[in-house]
């Protein structure tokens, strides 16, 4: 059951107009109040020939004009409406139901508290089978005003124990993170000018699409101007970027001016200090050494910087920027993937945006690794090939498996139905990423004699999950990427046994693919020649000492190593 709490409105005849109407989109048949603060004497135009819309509307303003006349300030915002609408698959509720259930609403919300005889006058109007619609003039019998701070909550919860009460279909309880959904006047409108989304649909999408390109609020800015955003920004007298709003172009106002949409209202995390932190937040300096090491694509890169996310949720705040971040990552997967691909990626992506805000604070910095991989990948030239694919999609299904139990174990609901939305569509999109690697793998399975060696090594590396590893159609094809990985100097059985511990297998539907991605993510690169390292290591110390003699040739001293070379040159 949903109540939508309107923005409030300031014409009662008008609104009552409309209720007791014929519909603008939706028939209106028989139209009546099923509920109200005095049933007694109200007057009712449905039922009423004789009751017409300004004596009702007169009757519920009553409170509002005697403290019109008495204050100097008049009231103008005093018409709250808020529509209640069943699921569609709810039983039918009686006239007799839905009283009741206006009433618990009024009383959440503060319009109408229990007991209180001085309460807001308000009606609830029934003009179809699925829906009422609960309007209260905002000014108390004492003329003062009701306290509403929170009443949408308020009224969300009550909605809740309703469903129960009721036996209706049951949804999660809101926490206001969620992003604003579209008004009904939106959606006119975007139905009236062909678009398929409405405006701010539209325009979330493309802000969302836009910061994992930039570093920094300025480039965030011009990249969604050069995407055809319309964007007006607020500077201080610095020229310090203060704020910012977007709009669609040909969103026009009824004077014909581009209406504008502060981000913050599409959804929080979306605001201008939000989006500064994600993109500012610092990155420590790297050791000189880390480069050499760095995965050759940025799509390897990612790929490892998932591997981690596991033992990075342990502090609240480094989950959610973990999740935040991964987010960012999905969101960039998709704009440059494969176009077999896209469709399902961005289709994650986009279920993934209700996991990536909690109202848990995220220490943004701590991300760096995940959000820098996923601006290397959406600036690279070129695309990854197709182990690098399979294993970067491999392993989001398990970030996003991984960020969807932490919310589960923090009660998030929303956040945790929505990381396993995005993982079905990840899970699909993994399949189809992995397929030309299958059919490449199977087509050259290992000797008999080499795939039973190989077998036995997976029951000792993996005996509770063997069996189905060994069950599994791609067998063949993980017999020959364990082959592949020992020509290259690796051991299949300690492969076997990192990949295993990096995910595991106790939920994985297909055991053996996730071994193959695995294992040809780690087992890319030729196993380091421990002698060739040793005698690298001789011959960089022998040049060292004589470079040292060359240049001072009066010294007939030998220079000595230092202590921890000299243990190494002994080994």
Known sequence: MIAAIKPAGSNTRGLLAYLYGPGDHDEHLDPHIVAGFAMLGMPDPGRDENATLTELARYLDEPVRLRNGEFGKPVTDHVWHC?????????????????????????????????????????????ADDHIHILATTVREDGRRPKLHGSGLRVGDACREIEKDYGLRQLKKGDRTGARRPTQAEMHKAERLGWDQTSPEWLQDRIRAAIPHATSAEEFIAYLEAGGVEVQVRRGPSGDLLGYAAGRPGDLNEAGEQIYHPGSKFSSD??????????????????????????????????????????????????????????????????????????ELQTAA????????????????VAHALRTAARDIVHTATGPDGSALAALVAALVWATIVARRWHEAKNHAHQADAARQAVQHLQTAADLALAPTLAELTARPPREEARRVLASDVRAAVPDHAGRILADAAWPALAAVLADAEALGHQPHQLLKEAAAQRELTTARQPARVLITRIQHTGRNPAPNRRAEAARRRSTIAGSIATQQSSNPQSSVVATPPADQQHRLRR
Do not use: M
């Not at 990075?312 to 993937?337: C, F, N, R, S, Y």
């Not at 986009?350 to 910095?365: G, L, N, V, Y």
């Open 83 to 127: 529509p209640v609408r069943a699921a569609p698959e709810d039983r039918y509720l009686s006239d007799a139901e839905w009283a009741e259930i206006a009433q618990r609403i009024v009383e959440a919300a503060g319009i109408a508290p229990a007991g209180d005889d001085l309460a807001c006058r308000w009606i609830a109007v029934r003009h």
């Open 270 to 343: 979306l605001s201008l200090p939000k989006i500064k932190a994600r993109l500012e937040s610092s990155q420590p300096e790297e050791h000189p050494t880390a480069r050499r090491n760095r995965p050759s694509t940025p799509w390897h890169q990612a790929a490892d910087a998932l591997d981690t996310l596991h033992t990075d949720l342990a502090d609240d705040t480094h989950a959610q920027a973990h999740i935040t971040a991964l987010g960012e990552l999905l969101e960039a997967t998709a704009q440059t993937a494969p176009a077999h691909l896209r469709a």
């Open 350 to 365: 986009k279920a993934f945006f209700r996991a990536q805000r909690s109202q848990i604070r995220a220490e943004d910095r």
